[in-house]
């Protein structure tokens, strides 16, 4: 995630970065605006357009889907940032959850019971770690200490991950409880934080596993792409030469609003704009770390 000074005014609003949408536009914006210089010089010097009558009849026509494509726009850009803050709730109860359950852990056991601690205090982050790889990647990969827990045997890579991991973490709260060091209260709240921790996975799934439908995606594109092309003809005996520059500011305005919203959409990958996933798991690394 690109992080910056939102109180700024100089330092990034005026200069390129990774996430500026410039960057990956450019090429399509020189293009137009050649199509629109060239097109421009045709009605202009060759084939005279300006007396035709059809030519207002474009400029109503863009002055009237001016105001459809920005209510678009607008939907499309609020749908996305919308799966991007979910998003971003989720993970900050993944946050929360991780620490309740280290504060709950670390008030029932004592301190002879470390073998306890060390293993709660690698396996609550090791969960936020398998979700992160898990929604970048489908292929996950762990390192686990096998021969110091026998049961992380049941864990395999072609599975779901961020299950087995629950599922682990929930054997050992079991064999907590079967050995005496918790009660029957005890055991029900540390589930209840199990719980929370599959469901906080099934709400990530759910925006990654559901983009936006691909016929309104692609109908944007199609509408943006045919108001830009069209925009010079009726445009270009009011502005003349001036309208290349404009139509292709506005090419660039209209694209990068649909680039951010594609961007946004998925926040869960590597992305100027995504979520700082990584620093999350690091946070919930330390802060369980500090607590067990």
């Known amino acids: 995630m690109y992080i910056y000074d939102s109180k700024t005014w100089f330092d990034f609003k005026f200069l390129l970065s990774k996430a500026d949408t410039l960057r990956k536009m450019l090429p399509i914006?020189?293009?137009?605006?050649?199509?629109?210089?060239?097109l421009g010089y045709l009605e202009i010097e060759v084939w005279h357009l300006s007396s035709n009558s059809w030519i207002k009849n474009i400029n109503l026509m863009h002055t009237t889907l001016g105001f459809v494509i920005s209510l678009l726009v607008v939907f499309r850009t609020n749908t996305a940032y919308d799966r991007w803050w979910e998003g971003r709730k989720l993970w900050g109860s993944l946050v929360n959850n991780s620490r309740n359950f280290a504060i709950k852990l670390a008030s029932v056991l004592d301190s002879k019971d470390e073998e306890y601690r060390l293993f709660f205090r690698k396996y609550i982050p090791l969960y936020a770690e398998s979700l992160k790889i898990h929604l970048q990647s489908e292929s996950t990969r762990l390192?686990?200490?096998?021969?110091?827990?026998?049961?992380l045997y049941i864990l395999e890579k072609d599975k779901h991950i961020p299950n087995q991991v629950a599922r682990v973490l929930s054997l050992k709260v079991q064999h907590m409880y079967k050995e005496g060091i918790i009660t029957d209260a005890h055991m029900i709240n540390l589930n209840n934080e199990l719980s929370a921790l599959t469901d906080i996975c099934g709400g990530c799934e759910r925006i990654k596993n559901t983009p936006i439908p691909y016929s309104y995606s692609s109908f944007i594109k199609r509408f943006i792409m045919i108001y830009v092309?069209?925009?010079?003809?009726g445009y270009v005996f009011q502005l003349g030469y001036y309208v290349a520059p404009l139509v292709t500011f506005i090419a660039?305005?209209?694209?990068?609003?649909?680039?951010?919203?594609e961007e946004i959409e998925d926040p869960f990958g590597g992305d100027p704009n995504d979520l700082p996933l990584q620093k999350i798991c690091n946070n919930i690394q330390k802060h369980v770390g500090e607590i067990l």
């Open 29 to 38: 914006l020189i293009a137009i605006f050649i199509y629109c210089a060239v």
């Open 143 to 151: 390192s686990l200490d096998v021969k110091e827990h026998p049961e």
């Open 229 to 233: 092309i069209t925009l010079p003809i």
């Open 252 to 261: 660039y305005v209209l694209g990068s609003l649909e680039l951010i919203a």
